[in-house]
């Protein structure tokens, strides 16, 4: 038998799989089986800052904003008293998950600024939340705002989370910063438990027909997996915040690299979605005899094991790849250059 | 007695919240000013609570008052307490119900919001024409005169009722007490308990119908027995009085608040004495106390009980020394020598007299009058005219106060600046804002504030327009440490506060008249405080000046942006006025507010309550206090909204209505039939844009969209030979006219009237064409109003000036032909984004200059019909649509009328034409009689032949072409239009619009379907679909929506269209011109967004895609007129659903709404309505395949059609 077990932010986990926000978690039957496909730990889907002010928004304007200022009609809409929120029904959800599930359950909060959601903090922990993710969903595209002024944002919402809840707290990252790995230390000494390395964001795209620019979902691939996985790599023994991977892990090699770099845990989401729960039944099934086969006795043996600081030509995670890469490239055959 | 706890609200809410917890049913219908009773009942009642037994009442919303009447004589028969609210016509629908319920004897109380009645036009203010109406009905009657009275007689009434069996109408006035919030002492349910004896209520069931103790009732009588049987409950009705009374003396044991039948106030040895009954009664109590203390002697005797009349109990309330009587009424009898109150008054004095017995030594004299009809002001001035006409040794009879009668001299004099003492320690505010920037709400939380916060007495009433778009509202807010009897508006001079919330009323409104000295402005403006003072107009400085006004300015704007509250101001304005105004403590005042905004917004939006606090903290620092001038320097005035070029008409009349001084307008300048002029919406420039689109020619490509879709006619287009512009403005835009159709040297011009946009930005929205090198820059693109206003309204004014292009020549089923027509409705007052006024438009372009509407009450008669200016007008020759709105629940039958009429008399024209060939000539008469009607051409042609006949006809001296020269006219098309919203003809109109559709007569009806009643405020009617919260269904429609399309096809003869303009403009346009060509009924459902959805307007176009690609409105033509020919009437001009329904309803609130409060209904609701909008579309595509023969129906065929699940299941 093979030690799966993983310790992440302080909470001992059965293996290194954990399914990451995504609509999965909307359901209590769809949480159960992942549960039951050996899902380690659960992050519930997010509560979008977002989504929490433009519901403000919506009752401001339809609802105590409702007169037009005509005699017959004062108001358009019956006033409900019975409402639940959108963050209430985040709660009410949470507590069925807790009761539902035995392993850990992760709330997700998604947002970019230091306003009352993060007070909503204190009450996911009382909801039962064993930890809290929390991904900054920032897009730096404000000219004034200086990459400084970047990291700050992140360390003062972490701050102020921080002096509402006592369970350990993951910063989701954008893989967009100057200085991942001075950053991180940065969290670090903030008060992080933990990374997840890195959020994606919505793409907009461009209609060619209407020419209006329109968000795009598109599901990770493989493909993104070696950005986490050389971040991971580079972060490893540098830190002392555990460290997560997500965004691309589709297939157990993927998974396998992520711990060979560093990674305490392996969020899959896309993979889940695009094939379903029991995917990651498999996966782990795989996981499992690829380190048998490979006669490690355990994960923990495994993590870090092809981090920089261990690895073969630790100067491979480096810039100097680069090169290498585009000069290894030829175009097939019948393509003019 | 315990310490009553208070409560500012108005008294509607004071009725419905007695009437709930007496009842187990209640039957509602919308109607204004009584609709919110109706939604309180049904918003507690969803809300799970309970009446005074503990169990929630059964509400319920029938089809019409009609209905709620008769759900209620059912509910009473089975044993129930039931009750209803109504008003005005609503109460008229009831009134063969009631004779029932009075005729046997049960015991029920309907609370009436008193209202006018439509006569020479529709009034939704308050008088007591509606109640007088019922008086014959059976019913008692008890009028209360302020919301605490409200309160405290619906209890009294429920309690007699039930004791005495005669059924009781609760009445107050339409909006003075129903709308104005005041601060009220609530009854607890002890009082309420100690009230109703449950003996009575036992009784009560006892008498119900039931199969336990089977019993007959309602028999049919014969000449035999009839009449005694009708005599037989004199004795409950002499009764009545009695019991009412000892109902008031037990709630003044409960309660310390003690009433009387015959309430009698004043001087124990008046002379003079008023008596009368409602609100007004209030401002007399005022006026005589002050009167009195000024050394006169006189009184008033309010009139709680009207019905039963217990004469003896007036005359013991009338002081022995009274000598004159004069009795007002607020109806009016037209007619009669005297309205209903007086001659009851009269007769019973009289009779009193006569009997030789009376208290009084001589006979006093009685006269009569009418004050306040449709919510008139009833002032001190007028109180004081009528106590001083009195002295006269003849009073005047049928007397009027409060008008100028300069045709039957009936009126009295009196004088407006005359003033009694009572608000020597009140305070008086006055807010003007607009109605949609939250000054109401914000002014009723101050109340609220006040009323809870203080010992003050509060008063709130709020003057709204009748425009809904860009509306202003005035706020009359009064507080003081005694009562408030003041039921009239803050006047001239009297207000210690002005607030004017938006720059826009400073060029249009007199605001500071109303100043008192001293007072205090506050004006929210963006200009700095050193150019403040400049940007007053000079009349406004000159009484800033005189009143020695003292003046703050804030940029509320500017305060909202920085503190995240966007364009909302409210908190800010409501925060200046406790600033400023001394009524509380400042500290205080400040925490008061921000606990209301918590009590507001609570729990549900933190961050929003969070933005408001920062707002608050932020108000007084931008808060400026303006030191005044010493000379008035402004260049410029407040100006008439009207051209000096306007008819006579629209400046004496329309002019003085705009500008707020239609109060002062004698009866002579008034239509004695209620005929107005049409056109008047474009002589008011109400220049509510901030921003105008601006056409650019060089990317138009001419398609004519941006008209289609402009909801108030003010984009338009025109085309032209090229010579007319050598008068043009420089800047009057104008491209070559594109199109095989059009020959060279056109020029056409899409024009925008700058001061009459609203601004809503649906023609940008809607252009499809873009800059190849700008994809944000359109054909026509929004741009601020102010730098343009001067150079577009010349440019207006000469696109105005060019003429019209030849109807002939236009392809009118192209969009871009048929938008070149002029439209005959313009610069309507509805709401900016309306979904429903393009149809309109589109109609009165194609068919506006053969046009007779029949209007529905609703939304549509509102902004179609409401002075002072109203959007229907006539084309250059004179010909325009001629309007009329009859009432609500019968516009089908109306317009149906209309067609027979017209029919008639074409009918009789070619009757007497045919008799009149041999003088006229048999090719006149022939080519007359079989003219081809059915295009612009053929029309055109028909009028010149007529016109010739017309000539011809002059010259005949005989009485069949004198008839002929008067119908003539008749001999070309007339095309009648019924349109209405959903509430009419899906739920009040239904059997009307039935009988018409059924009745083969050439009528279009064009169904304005916003799915909910939305001129009253967004009830639910049978077109609300399923899942969707509207008011009366808070929980979400349980029941689908009512397929009407469906319904009417079942007739096979009638022409039905499914349409939504954005969804494919084409097919509209299609829909209009086939349903006009069928000879034979032809109905129009057309989809039209509406604020009551939930959405912004701004996505008018975006919402009625979304609700056609989910198959929420699927679009399609069903035209008999192909059966025919053999083929299959019924085409479907949408594909099948393509985004899931899902999609649809998550944009709109008020389904989304529901996953907030009901989340599993919803999603119930959801499941079904996806399963509901697969099946109609697949019913409607099998329909739209088979094959037909003229003698196949949409009924036969019904039974070949699968819904799609048992297409599924048996493809297994």
């Not at chain 1, 355990?298 to 092809?306: E, P, T």
């Not at chain 2, 919330?501 to 008192?516: K, S, V």
């Not at chain 2, 529905?856 to 229907?872: D, E, F, H, M, Q």
């Not at chain 2, 959805?1093 to 679009?1115: E, I, M, T, Y």
Request: glycine share 8%; with cysteine; hydrophobic share 40%.
């Amino acid at each position: 038998m093979v030690d799966l077990t993983t310790e992440y932010i302080g909470l001992k986990l059965a293996n290194p799989l954990v399914p990451s926000a995504s609509p999965l978690s909307h359901d209590t039957d769809s949480a159960r089986r992942l549960e039951d496909a050996g899902a380690s730990a659960l992050v519930m889907y997010s509560l979008f800052e977002e989504k929490i002010e433009a519901e403000e928004h919506q009752m401001e304007r339809f609802f105590y904003q409702q007169s037009i200022g005509h005699n017959e009609s004062v108001s358009f809409h019956p006033m409900p008293d019975n409402i639940q929120t959108y963050q209430e029904q985040y709660l009410e959800h949470l507590q069925q998950l807790k009761s539902a599930l035995a392993i850990p359950v992760i709330a997700s909060l998604n947002g970019t600024s230091l306003s009352g959601w993060v007070e909503y903090g204190k009450q996911l922990q009382q909801a039962g939340a064993d930890a809290l993710e929390l991904n900054i969903y920032h897009v730096a595209a404000n000219a004034e705002e200086s990459g400084d002024a970047v990291e700050q944002r992140y360390l003062d919402i972490l701050q102020e989370l921080k002096g509402q809840v006592s369970v350990p707290i993951v910063m989701k990252l954008s893989s967009q910063f100057s200085s991942p790995i001075h950053f991180a230390k940065r969290l670090e000494v903030a008060g992080a438990d933990g990374i997840a390395l890195f959020n994606r964001f919505y793409q907009p795209d461009i209609d060619l027909e209407t020419l209006e620019v329109v968000p795009k979902l598109e599901l990770s691939s493989s493909a993104e997996a070696l950005l986490r996985i050389r971040w991971t790599a580079l972060l490893y023994g540098r830190t002392k915040l555990s460290l997560a991977v997500t965004g691309g892990f589709h297939q157990t090699p993927d998974v396998l690299k992520a711990l060979l770099a560093g990674a305490d845990v392996v969020h899959l989401c896309s993979v889940l979605l695009k094939h379903g729960v029991g995917r990651l039944a498999e996966i782990l099934l795989e996981l499992e005899q690829w380190l048998l086969e490979h006669e490690y006795d355990s994960v923990n043996q495994l993590k870090g094991s092809v981090s920089q600081q261990h690895a073969i030509d630790p100067s491979a995670y480096e810039r100097a790849n680069y090169v290498q890469v585009l000069d290894s490239y030829s175009s097939p055959a019948g393509v003019l250059r | 007695m315990k310490n009553q706890q208070t409560l500012t609200i108005d008294g509607n809410q004071a009725a419905a919240t007695v009437a709930h917890k007496l009842n187990e049913v209640i039957a509602i219908y919308p109607i204004t000013p009584s609709s919110t009773m109706g939604e309180w009942a049904d918003e507690w009642s969803s809300r799970g609570q309970v009446n005074l037994w503990g169990t929630v009442p059964q509400v319920i919303e029938m089809q019409s008052e009609a209905g709620a009447a008769g759900a209620i004589h059912g509910a009473l028969q089975a044993g129930s307490m039931a009750t209803t609210f109504t008003a005005s016509q609503g109460l008229l629908l009831m009134l063969p119900n009631m004779y029932k319920i009075a005729g046997e004897l049960t015991p029920t109380v309907f609370h009436i919001a008193a209202r006018s009645l439509a006569c020479q036009g529709l009034s939704i203010f308050g008088d007591h024409s509606d109640v007088m109406s019922a008086r014959m009905t059976g019913f008692g009657m008890l009028c209360s005169n302020s919301p605490q009275e409200v309160m405290d007689f619906a209890l009294i009434a429920h309690a007699a009722t039930l004791e005495g069996r005669i059924p009781l109408m609760h009445f107050f006035d339409g909006f003075r007490t129903s709308h104005e919030v005041a601060k009220i002492a609530m009854l607890d349910d002890d009082v309420m308990l100690a009230m109703i004896n449950e003996e009575w209520v036992a009784a009560h069931r006892n008498r119900a119908l039931t199969p336990d103790r089977p019993m007959l009732r309602g028999t049919a009588q014969n000449p035999d027995v009839y009449f005694q049987a009708r005599e037989s409950v004199n004795a409950y009705y002499q009764a009545m009085p009695g019991i009412v009374q000892r109902a008031m003396d037990g709630f003044a044991k409960l309660t310390g608040r003690s009433y009387r039948l015959f309430e009698y106030v004043g001087s124990p040895e008046a002379e003079r004495v008023i008596v009368m009954m409602g609100s007004g009664a209030e401002a007399v109590e005022e006026t005589l106390d002050y009167l009195n203390r000024q050394g006169e002697s006189v009184g008033l005797l309010k009139v709680r009980l009207y019905r039963p009349f217990d004469a003896a109990s007036l005359l013991a309330a009338l002081p022995a020394t009274c000598r004159k009587i004069g009795v007002l009424d607020r109806t009016k009898e037209p007619g009669a020598d005297g309205e209903p109150l007086y001659k009851d008054v009269l007769g019973a004095v009289a009779q009193d007299f006569s009997s030789g017995e009376s208290k009084f030594s001589v006979m006093p004299k009685v006269v009569g009058g009418r004050y306040g009809l449709s919510s008139k002001e009833f002032t001190p001035g007028m109180i004081k005219a009528i106590y001083d006409e009195l002295k006269q040794a003849q009073p005047k009879n049928n007397f009027t106060i409060g008008i100028h009668d300069d045709v039957t001299h009936s009126s009295l004099d009196w004088d407006a600046s005359y003033r009694t003492d009572a608000h020597a320690d009140t305070f008086q505010a006055m807010f003007y804002g607009l109605g949609s920037d939250g000054t109401v709400s914000a002014n009723k939380n101050t109340i609220k504030i006040i009323g809870e916060a203080t010992d003050l007495h509060a008063q709130g009433y709020f003057v709204y327009d009748s425009k809904k778009s860009g509306a202003i509202t005035v706020s009359h807010l009064r507080f003081g440490p005694k009562p408030i009897r003041s039921t009239y508006l803050i006047g001239e001079n009297d207000a210690d506060f002005i607030g004017c919330h938006q720059t826009i009323f400073l060029e249009r409104y007199d605001m500071l008249a109303n100043a008192a000295e001293n007072a205090v402005f506050l004006l929210n403006s963006p200009e700095p405080v050193e150019r403040v003072w400049a940007s007053l107009p000079a009349r406004m400085q000159q009484q800033m000046i005189d009143k020695k006004i003292r003046f703050y300015v804030i940029d509320g704007y500017e305060v909202a942006e920085k503190s995240g509250m966007g364009k909302r101001i409210n908190t800010i304005m409501q925060t200046c006025f406790f600033a400023i105004s001394g009524v509380l403590p400042q500290e205080k005042a400040l925490a008061d507010i921000k606990h209301a905004v918590e009590k507001t917004y609570g729990k549900k939006g933190h961050h929003i309550v969070e933005l408001n606090f920062k707002a608050i903290d932020e108000t007084l620092a931008s808060l400026h206090s303006v030191p005044l001038p010493t000379a008035v320097s402004s260049q410029f005035d407040i100006q008439s909204r009207i051209s000096d070029a306007a008819p006579d008409f629209i400046k004496r009349v329309t002019g003085e209505i705009i500008a707020g001084r239609g109060d002062a307008l004698p009866v002579s300048a008034m239509p004695v039939d209620g005929t107005f002029p049409t056109g008047t919406a474009a002589y008011e420039k109400r220049n509510l844009a901030l921003e105008i689109p601006v056409w650019e020619t060089d990317l138009c490509t001419q398609c004519g969209k941006c008209v289609m879709v402009c909801p108030h006619s003010v984009i338009r287009s025109k085309i032209y030979p090229i010579e007319v512009l050598a008068n043009a403005p420089a800047t009057f835009k104008h491209a070559p006219m594109l199109g095989k159709d059009f020959p060279a040297g056109l020029e056409i011009t899409y024009q925008v009237a700058p001061e009459d946009c609203t601004g809503c930005t649906l023609c940008v929205d809607m252009c499809p064409i873009r800059d190849k090198s700008n994809a944000s820059r359109k054909a026509i693109n929004m741009q601020p109003q102010p730098p343009l206003r001067e150079t577009e309204r010349d440019n207006w004014d000469f696109f105005l000036s060019i003429p019209e292009y030849d109807r002939r020549l236009l392809k009118t089923n192209t969009i871009k032909g048929s938008m070149v027509l002029q439209p005959l409705f313009e610069f309507s007052g509805a709401c900016v984004g309306c979904g429903e006024t393009p149809y309109i438009k589109l109609a009165s372009q194609l068919f506006g200059d053969r046009m007779v509407v029949a209007n529905a009450t609703g939304c549509s008669s509102i902004y179609g019909g409401n002075l002072p200016t109203t959007p229907w007008t006539k084309n250059p020759e004179g010909r325009g649509p001629a309007w009329s709105n009859s009432l609500f629940e019968d516009n089908a039958e109306f317009g149906l009328g209309m067609r027979i009429a017209l029919d008639k008399q074409n009918e009789y024209a070619r009757e007497l034409l045919s008799a009149l060939r041999e003088p006229l000539g048999g090719e006149l008469v022939d080519a007359i009689l079989n003219a081809d009607q059915s295009d612009e051409a053929g029309i055109y042609e028909q009028r010149e032949r007529v016109a010739a006949l017309k000539r011809h006809l002059q010259f005949l001296n005989n009485q069949s072409a004198q008839t002929l020269l008067q119908l003539a006219d008749n001999l070309c098309k007339k095309s009648v239009w019924i349109i209405g919203g959903d509430g009419w003809a899906y739920d009040i109109g239904f059997g009307g619009l039935d009988h018409v559709l059924a009745s083969g007569r050439n009528v279009n009806i064009l169904v304005l379907d916003t799915e909910v009643y939305s001129n009253t405020g967004g009830q639910t009617s049978k077109a609300t679909p399923l899942g969707a919260v509207a008011k009366f269904s808070a929980g979400g429609k349980a029941t689908a929506k009512k397929d009407l399309a469906l319904l009417a096809m079942d007739y096979s003869n009638v022409y039905v269209a499914h349409v939504a303009y954005a969804g494919k403009d084409t097919q509209t346009l299609n829909a209009f011109l086939e349903a006009e060509a069928h000879d034979g009924p032809s109905i129009i459902i057309a989809y039209a967004p509406c604020i009551a959805h939930g959405v912004d307007l701004s996505n008018n176009h975006r919402q009625q895609n979304l609700a056609v690609k989910s198959g929420h409105w699927p679009l399609f033509r069903f035209d008999p007129g192909k059966i025919k020919q053999g083929k299959n009437p019924m085409h479907l001009d949408s594909p099948e659903p393509s985004i899931p329904y899902r999609d649809f309803v998550k944009t709109e609130t008020r389904f989304s709404m529901l996953w907030q409060t009901h989340p599993e209904d919803a999603e119930r609701f959801l499941e079904q309505a996806q399963q509901d909008v697969k099946n109609r579309y697949h019913y409607y595509k099998q329909l739209s395949e088979l094959e037909w023969n003229e003698s196949t129906s949409v009924s036969a065929v019904k039974a070949q059609l699968k819904s799609e699940s048992a297409k599924e299941t048996d493809n297994g």
